[in-house]
């Protein structure tokens, strides 16, 4: 059942390990709710994509938003990683992973100047430009600083990546990204901007993509632009192709980068630009990681069962926010079933990781692992109801390493003024 998820499987003890840790002894240790991480996993996933487009020289970008723990950048960075980050905060935690800033890439739509001084004092790879009065800013903190900002221009081909449309971002719709014809003219305005070195495009249609066929149209979008561009005498040296491919939650059966690459490597390599950029996240981290927790109660409530478990959307909040779905396991073993809602301690509905599921047999005090919580788990987590956010360790075959401790109550009130 946990086939998607290589690293984390019952051993003959009928007890589920992370590599060859036992996830018990980890919770012995630690408590829960605890967030376990496979280091074989991040690297795996990480060298998939770097060897499926090894032959265009790919930059591989991880998206820091999927999982931004400064001991997980870093294991990424020393294997050759880049990352693409959205927010001065990532910049921070990027330069501190120790990541060379000419592998940096920024993204998002709402670049303040602070993050843009910051961003160009430090040297970034490139913006990602999301609109007009954006490369306008940029070009203006730029002058300032007598500098020349490196740039991409954010696409957006009108692509349906067929996902939920909470994470769909290349549709018209959706603010993320200019379509082709405003694209082309801000091309042409900045050629009066002497502080933009526009280099390329950036485009990323969504995530969670299952199939070749939206990132095929995409870049059949792209291409056409491209040559467009060329007709214009715009030499484009640079295509960032943004992330999204998509993993196993449940039964999803995505292509895998090696497959998607064989499709897609002819006609990248047809766009005529020297190189190319990828900022996968999900890919990367989503099934790198568990989230383990501890059954407080079992309330039985015809015609309902509660498994009350002591992590709570605050933890993961993909499930309230996007009903996504997270396999959940029994951490011993169990053949027998139970038909649940797993809920969380949080004063709100929504707070629930199962409704009505068939899931292993548990009891009080009984440890369940959600799986697939690597990617926008704890990078998404929030201290709702006082909750300090749980901790995170790092599994690398037999050893494993805290890489953030649990949060204390000092630190939750840590920044607010008692008088
Ligand atoms: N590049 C850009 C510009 C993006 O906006 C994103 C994700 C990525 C790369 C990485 O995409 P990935 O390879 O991870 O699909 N919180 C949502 C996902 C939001 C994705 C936002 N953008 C979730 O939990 O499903």
Redesign the pocket.
Known sequence: MTKMMVNFQYKNDGEMYCEDVPLSSLTEKFGTPLYVYSSSSLKQNYLDLYEAYKEINPLICF?V??NSNIHILKKLVDLGSGL?I?SEGELYRALKAGCPPEKIVF?GVGKKTSEIEKALESNIKMF?VESYPELARINDIAKRMNTKAPVCLRVNPDVDPKT?R??T?GKKENK?GLDFELAIDIFKKSRTMDHIDLQGIHC?VG???TEVSPFFKALEAVKGFLEQLASEGFEIPVFNF????GITYKDERPQKPKEIAKQLLPCLKNLNVKEFIF?????IAGNSGVLVTQVQYIKKSPPKTFVIVDSAMNDLL?PSL?Q?YHHVVALKKHSQKLKADIVGPICESADAFTVEREIDLVEQNDHVVILSAG??AFS?ASNYNTRPRAAEVLVDGENYELIRRRETYEDLIAQEIIS
């Open positions: 998206s938003k999927a693409d959205v993204a990602n939920h909470y994470i971002t993320f990323h995530s969670q993509i943004g992330g999204g491919i900022e996968p996240g999900r890919y993909r996007y996504a990617a926008y998404m």
